[in-house]
């Protein structure tokens, strides 16, 4: 009897002990499954946070985009638009500021002139450059319009030392005149963008590649613009092209410097554009008085 009674007890007591690892098991089971869920469900309310920033930024830059194209629809006399086919008109009050400002524009850049279009970025081009004369400038400083988007090509011995990032005091010059224009019109968009010629960075120079150089340079040049000629930085954007687009064969040290240049592109409001030729017809009346 005793015996009998014996046996059963062990047999409780392993069955009590098969049942505890069994949910033990069970619980540590359930308890990773948890802590995956749990994982996972952080991983996704970090990506629904980071794609919600994304489309924040998408709807702010499309805001400023309509407000752009609000303000050259609202303009009763149509300082300028886009016909169907894709050609230029310009108000007749407009026209005849920009014609005042070609007229000081040299004959043999005028008879490049065959359209609207390029008799409006010929106007464009003739106020900036009025605007970006500089002492040191020179012919290291180059510029062109396309499409009323102009470009500024600026040799970087000009703003830096060889292989640095560093921007030198030489450059506040023309800096500085880029920053007025761009200050003078809150929605203009600026890219600065670094170019390096063909040659590779030392080993083991704080610097790790050209696509380092260039883009430092331009964050450099943007910095520069913000913190000393106030521009937002809101307005500012950084690039860096390396060696990957060159405007001159990298075959003589002549050729190399073209191609060691920060360009800066700056896109005007057409309305402000057309503000500042009245404004400046204004100025010209009263002299003539």
């Not at 290291?140 to 040799?155: G, L, Y």
């Not at 000629?229 to 954007?237: D, T």
């Not at 191609?259 to 009346?285: E, G, H, Y």
Request: hydrophobic fraction near 40%; charged fraction near 30%.
């Amino acid at each position: 009897m005793n015996n009998k009674l014996t046996k059963a007890v062990g047999a409780l007591t392993m069955a009590a002990v098969l049942v505890s690892c069994v949910s033990k098991k069970k619980y540590n089971e359930l308890e990773t499954d948890y802590n995956n869920t749990r994982s996972e469900l952080l991983k996704t309310r970090v990506e629904k946070e980071d794609l919600e920033a994304k489309f924040a930024a998408i709807e702010t830059r499309v805001d400023r985009y309509n407000e752009k194209i609000a303000s050259l629809q609202s303009d009763k006399e149509g300082m300028l638009v886009t016909s169907n086919n894709g050609e230029f008109a310009v108000s007749e009050k407009n026209k005849q500021a920009m014609r005042r400002t070609l007229q000081n524009v040299p004959q043999e850049q005028l008879a490049t002139a065959t359209t609207l279009k390029d008799s409006l970025n010929l106007a464009i081009s003739y106020k900036m450059s009025q605007r970006l004369q500089g002492e040191n400038a020179g012919k290291r400083v180059d510029m062109k319009i396309e499409n009323t988007v102009v470009m500024i090509q600026i040799a970087d011995d000009l703003l830096f030392g060889d292989s640095s990032y560093r921007v030198g005091s030489k450059a506040d010059d023309i800096l500085s005149k880029i920053a007025a224009v761009v200050n003078s019109e809150p929605s203009l968009e600026v890219l600065v963008e670094g170019h390096t010629d063909s040659r590779t960075v030392k080993e083991g120079s704080y610097i790790k590649d050209n696509w380092d150089l260039s883009t430092e340079r331009a964050a450099a040049i943007a910095r520069r613009l913000n913190s000393k000629f106030s521009v937002p930085q809101e307005q500012l954007i950084v690039a860096g092209r390396a060696s990957y687009d060159p405007i001159a064969a990298n075959d003589s040290r002549e050729n190399m410097a073209k191609n060691r240049r920060t360009q800066i592109v700056i896109m005007p409001n057409l309305d402000k554009f057309f503000a500042m030729l009245d404004s400046d017809l204004a100025v010209l009346d009263e002299s003539e008085k």
